[in-house]
Nanobody
Framework: QVQLVESGGGLVQAGGSLRLSCAAS????????MGWFRQAPGKEREFVAA????????YYADSVKGRFTISRDNAKNTVYLQMNTLKPEDTDVYYC???????????????????WGQGTQVTVSS
């Protein structure tokens, strides 16, 4: 079992920045690939970014490439999402998730992720 807790969400103006954090606990040795997803009310949860255990491999959705950066600190069992140049369309609930079986960084399907956090709200005002 892995428990995930996100933090760092909030309200920011367009063009601003936020950094989300996701702290893992439990079987942290199995947090091979960690990812971020986001979801708006009434819409499907969509992939944002993912990172390998070593941090050497990352993968991004086209909509955030060049603006968002995913990173991790395994000593702290934490993954981060630095979000720059935020746009109103980035407004969503952001979720952290982990793949513990057959981890592949380029997996964007939510069903490939085994554990999820509770989400943190990001609101970007225009």
């Amino acid at each position: 079992q892995v428990q995930l807790v996100e933090s760092g969400g909030g309200l920011v103006q367009a063009g601003g920045s936020l950094r989300l954090s996701c702290a893992a606990s439990g079987r942290t040795s199995s947090t091979y690939v960690m990812g971020w997803f986001r979801q708006a009310p009434g819409k499907e949860r969509e992939f944002v970014a993912a990172i390998s255990w070593s941090g050497g491999n990352t993968y991004y959705a086209d909509s955030v490439k060049g603006r968002f950066t995913i990173s991790r600190d395994n000593a702290k069992n934490t993954v981060y999402l630095q979000m720059n140049t935020l746009k109103p369309e980035d407004t969503d609930v952001y979720y952290c998730a982990v793949q513990t079986r057959f981890p592949i960084v380029t997996n964007t399907n939510t069903r490939k992720y085994d554990y999820w956090g509770q989400g943190t709200q990001v609101t970007v005002s225009s």
